[in-house]
Structures are given as C-alpha cells and as structure tokens.
C-alpha cells in the first residue's frame, strides 16, 4: 500500500488541493460541506473528460452495429487468424470504429479513482467532515446507502449504452454493477459518492447524446 501511495502521491497532493478549493467555494456560498465539494469536483472532472466520453459511446455503439458482420468474419476464418484479424482490421476502419477507445475514459479516471481513495482517507478537514447521514466520508457508509446507489447507477448505465447483449455481455451487466456495490461496502463514502455522481453525470452526458436519435425515431414512427 505504501509503494502504491507513493506512486500517486502527485495526484492525491493535487486532488486534495482542488477538493480544498471545492470546499471554499461551498463557503462563499454558505454552504460549506466536503461531500458538496466531491460532487462540485466530479461534475467538473467529468465535463473535463466529455470528449472522450463521446469517443468511448460512438465506439461502443459502432462495436454494436458490426457485430453480425464479425461474426461471420469469425465464422469463415475461424482457422487462419492471420486473416481473421486483417479483415477485423479493415471492418473497423470501414466502420469508423476503435476498439480500444471504450477504454479511454476508464483509464482516464483509473489514476484520479486511486488519488481520491487516499486523498481522502488522508485528508485533514478543514471543517465539518459529515455529509448528510454520515458522520465522515473517510469511513465507509454506515447505511449502505451510497453503495446501493452505486451498484444501481453502474445498472443503469450498462444498460444505456448495451442494445444487443450476447449471453457473456448479460452476465457482466448482472456481475459488474454486484462487484462494484460489494466493494464500495469498504470504501470510504467520499470515495463512493464520487463514483455514484461520475455515474449519474456519464447517464446525463450519454442521454444528451442519444437525444437526436431518440426524437429521428418518434418522428420517423
């Protein structure tokens, strides 16, 4: 744990500055509160990372729409992978899509996800550290409020940018928004909470995105 502190001591040394700086603004508004401040912080982060939020949905929903033609694609080179993976090559050229770049904003926020986890067990408050129902977001949630929370947020947004599900795809829908509730039971609660608003904020910011789709259906209905 030592080796991995050390190794985001920068990022945890910036975080705690800028949650500082959230907190301040919470004051001059009268509203002084660390747990406003985390989702002051995140709304910001997450603004900061919209343009590869659209890069990481348009790759996923191009993935989607190809999936019939690599099917057959592996269906017909299913013994030459050298020409499996040239003409899996060419289709996501044609399609316009990147694999890896449903990736992109989870590797994004990886760093920042380690930096809050010890930003704020270390953190030393300069004020009130209770936020609602909790005494401290250092500790875990004493209700499991926020860890619900951020199973069903994780459901939720799963489910938005998922059409066409494969028995696997099924399976981690289910497994991933249960993981990640069960390991939030142990987490501190600012921690938590952050990851419930970064997953509201990726809900609004993929709904603005597919709101012209939506209307060019209706009225296509």
């Known amino acids: 744990m030592d080796f991995l502190w050390s190794l985001f001591e920068p990022i945890v040394h910036f975080l705690q500055t800028v949650l500082d700086f959230f907190y301040h603004v919470t004051s001059l508004a009268g509203l002084e509160n660390y747990g406003l401040a985390i989702i002051l912080m995140t709304i910001v982060i997450k603004m900061l990372l919209y343009p590869l939020t659209v890069k990481q949905v348009r790759s996923m929903k191009g993935m989607q729409e190809i999936q019939p033609e690599m099917k057959r694609l592996q269906t017909k080179y299913k013994n030459n992978p050298q020409m499996l993976q040239q003409e899996m090559g060419k289709l996501y050229k044609e399609a316009g899509v990147n694999p890896l770049a449903g990736c992109l904003p989870l590797f994004a926020q990886m760093p920042i996800l380690m930096g809050m986890f010890y930003a ?102």
């Open 120 to 221: 704020l067990r270390d953190l030393s408050y300069a004020g009130d550290p209770n936020f609602l129902w909790m005494a401290t977001l250092s500790d875990p949630d004493p209700y499991y409020v926020l860890p619900v929370l951020s199973a069903l947020t994780t459901f939720i947004q799963q489910k938005q940018t998922t059409t066409e599900m494969n028995q696997q795809m099924k399976m981690m829908m289910v497994f991933m928004p249960i993981f990640i509730g069960w390991i939030s039971l142990s987490f501190p609660a600012g921690l938590v909470l952050y990851w419930v608003t970064m997953n509201i904020m990726q809900i609004l910011q993929q709904w603005w995105m597919y709101r012209g789709e939506e209307t060019a259906k209706k009225g296509a209905a």
